[in-house]
DNA sequence: CGCTTGACCCTGG
DNA sequence: TCCAGGGCCAAGC
């Protein structure tokens, strides 16, 4: 009734995700929005994040594309970050193999 | 109102 | 891992 959506794309889902990454690990946009419950809908979270205020408390250093490249804006202080944690950063990517969410396999 | 752009991703080759 | 093709979705112009 009256296309009232209840929770229609609810960015909440997503920064919670966001904030559960263990520290010296990366996630990728499609694995968070899928563990939020909205598979597929990577670009939506980039979207997200790219309005993300810059004092924002959440990690969003630790995400980064399914290539482990870091395409931020402030890229180089998720880098510096990123580094800080132990995370090792070559030639400007991440090993997803090693890094990626909790080093699944 | 349609095309372009963007913190993207998966499948094939 | 790289490239091409197709999908996804919202904001700008």
């Given at each position: ?5 209840m ?33 597929g809908?990577?670009?939506w979270?980039?979207?997200l ?7 924002s ?6 995400v ?19 580094l ?6 070559k ?15």
């Amino acid at each position: 009734m009256l296309g009232l959506r209840m929770a229609d794309k609810d960015p909440t889902a997503v920064n919670l995700v966001i904030a559960q990454i263990t520290p010296g690990y990366v996630a990728s946009y499609g694995q968070i929005a899928a563990s939020a419950g909205y598979p597929g809908r990577a670009r939506w979270v980039g979207k997200l994040l790219a309005q993300l205020p810059a004092d924002s408390s959440l990690p969003w250093h630790r995400v980064v594309n399914s290539v482990g490249v870091i395409r931020a804006p402030r890229a180089d202080i998720a880098r510096q970050r990123l580094l800080d944690e132990g995370v090792v950063v070559k030639d400007g990517r991440i090993d997803m193999k090693r890094f990626g969410w909790m080093r699944d396999a």
